[in-house]
T-cell receptor, first 113, second 114 residues
Framework: KAGVTQTPRYLIKTRGQQVTLSCSPISGHRSVSWYQQTPGQGLQFLFE???????NKGNFPGRFSGRQFSNSRSEMNVSTLELGDSALYLC????????????FGPGTRLTVL | GESVGLHLPTLSVQEGDNSIINCAYS??????FIWYKQESGKGPQFIID?????DKRQGQRVTVLLNKTVKHLSLQIAATQPGDSAVYFC?????????????FGTGTRLKVLA
């Protein structure tokens, strides 16, 4: 069974631009969560989607948004990029929402110049 | 490789010795816990999990211990190997206002010395 895949793996943008990251969960998994990982803050929860609905959201500004499609694939979007948005963005999938094994993708490394 | 955390606590262990990595969690109502291993340039990899109705669970070369009284979790790695060098995170599945989310510890860097 293929693991969680994320595209692109690396991305370089400039301040003020926007970016869209994509995540394909493990086949059969319906929940997708997004995290931001930085050396200073560690792993921080962004949001979780289940059955195309956002179920939970972390403490990030409205510039961070996401969505989930009927095939459980998910995208996250960051608008008006800031230097501090440079991070590894990780997607994790699980078969159901809440309290289950969660498997991570390799991440997308975003650099904002 | 890319650095997961610049100021992580580091545990250095001789190859072949046992490693114990500790984690304190925050919510006494958390009922599910996972240990992850993250190697440089990769996403976290699931190692082992435990539910709050257990205090010990064993996998292959790994054991997780849960002490709910003091909100403490530990990961024991037997016969540590060079390939075990990585950053290890604990995660608690915390329920707030009826919804679950994972809260991750800051991580511990494990260095295996040859």
């Amino acid at each position: 069974k293929a693991g969680v895949t994320q595209t692109p793996r690396y991305l370089i943008k400039t301040r003020g631009q926007q970016v869209t990251l994509s995540c394909s969960p493990i086949s059969g998994h319906r929940s997708v969560s997004w995290y931001q990982q930085t050396p200073g803050q560690g792993l921080q929860f962004l949001f979780e989607y289940f059955s195309e609905t956002q179920r939970n959201k972390g403490n990030f500004p409205g510039r961070f948004s996401g969505r989930q499609f009927s095939n459980s694939r998910s995208e996250m979007n960051v608008s008006t990029l800031e230097l501090g948005d440079s991070a590894l963005y990780l997607c994790a999938s699980s078969w159901n929402a809440g309290g289950n094994e969660q498997f991570f993708g390799p991440g997308t490394r975003l650099t904002v110049l | 490789g890319e650095s997961v955390g610049l100021h992580l606590p580091t545990l250095s262990v001789q190859e072949g010795d046992n490693s114990i990595i500790n984690c304190a969690y925050s919510n006494s109502a958390s009922d599910y816990f996972i240990w992850y291993k993250q190697e440089s340039g990769k996403g976290p990899q699931f190692i082992i999990d435990i539910r709050s109705n257990m205090d010990k669970r064993q996998g292959q070369r790994v054991t997780v211990l849960l002490n709910k009284t003091v909100k403490h979790l530990s990961l024991q790695i037997a016969a540590t190997q060079p390939g075990d060098s990585a950053v290890y995170f604990c995660a608690e599945n915390s329920i707030t206002s009826g919804t679950y989310k994972y809260i991750f510890g800051t991580g511990t860097r494990l260095k295996v010395l040859a």
